[in-house]
Structure formats: C-alpha cells, structure tokens
C-alpha cells in the first residue's frame, strides 16, 4: 500500500513583517482565502486509487487540478489553524507570531482554536477510518503543518518514507508498507 502526501500549492498572499495580534489573525484568515499558484506535479494516476484532500480551498483547487478521479474531501484534513497567542497592539515580527501560537498549540494553550491534543486525535482518527481499514494506494492532499502530525502517525502504523522537515508546495512524497 502506498501514500503520496501533498502539500497544497503555494499560496499566491503577501503578509507584513510586523503586526499586533489582531493583524496576525487577519493574515491568517487572507491565508486561507488566497487564491493558490498551480504548478504541473508529475502524478501517475493509475497508481493513486483514490485521493481524499483537506476541505480549504487551497487543498480542494490542488486536488481537483492533480487527481482525474472522484476525490473525497473530509474536514480531517484540514490544517492545524494558527491564532493570535497574546492581545496586543505592539507589532512584532510575524515569524516570532508563528513561533508563538505553535508552541501555544503545543502546549494546549487556551489561545488556539485547536489543541495539541485534539489535533492528535484527529490524526489518529483520520487513519483509523481511512487507512486501517483500506489497502488503496491514497493520495492525500493537505497542508504543510498538519502533513508533519499525520507523517509521524504513519511512521507509528508500519508506513516507510521520508518528508521534508517543510514539506514544499506542490510535491508528492511516497510512503509505503
């Protein structure tokens, strides 16, 4: 059985270097509804049987631009949301802000919308209704954070293959078992 992971396309959005909290959490909702810049992936599609992708717009136009065939889209898939992690109106740089609300996240701090531990759920949820139970080779098309979590609990279920540590845009990576 094979996975090919994807990362949706790159984003076509510009954000400022300095921003306050609220600025942060507008950037982050322009991410989400940024048009995306698609490039040609080389995708054999007798080898993929399926394809199931995150329900954001950018992993949807990535997966309809790819896979010929039916595609499933489940909310499963979706990336791990980024919010604010301190209200202020003091402009930081916004890596320090990204920074922040992942280890925020990390340590299931009531400021992000999801938990570390939710998110572990949803992981080993996802794999349990998708994966166990289904020998098809599956191309899951998703985002770059959530790629990591879902990566380390196919590595635990048997899968072999390697990511990169920032999954690039646009790139499918092959695990199998």
Known sequence: ???GL????KVDV????FLNSSGFDESMRNYDRAEIIPKR???TNNEWQRCISSTLPRAK???SAIFSGEILFTDMLVEVPMRSFWNTDIKIPSFI???GARIAWKRNH???IETYAATQIRVNEFIEKFIRSNDKNTLIVTHGFFMRQLYKAL???GFEGKIDEVPKNGVVYVLSR
């Open 110 to 112: 009531s400021s992000q």
């Open 61 to 63: 136009e990535t997966a």
């Open 97 to 99: 802000w990204h920074i």
């Open 14 to 17: 510009r954000s400022q270097n």
């Open 1 to 3: 059985m094979k996975i």
């Open 6 to 9: 994807i990362r949706h396309f």
């Open 41 to 43: 992936v080389e995708l």
């Open 155 to 157: 590595i635990k279920e």
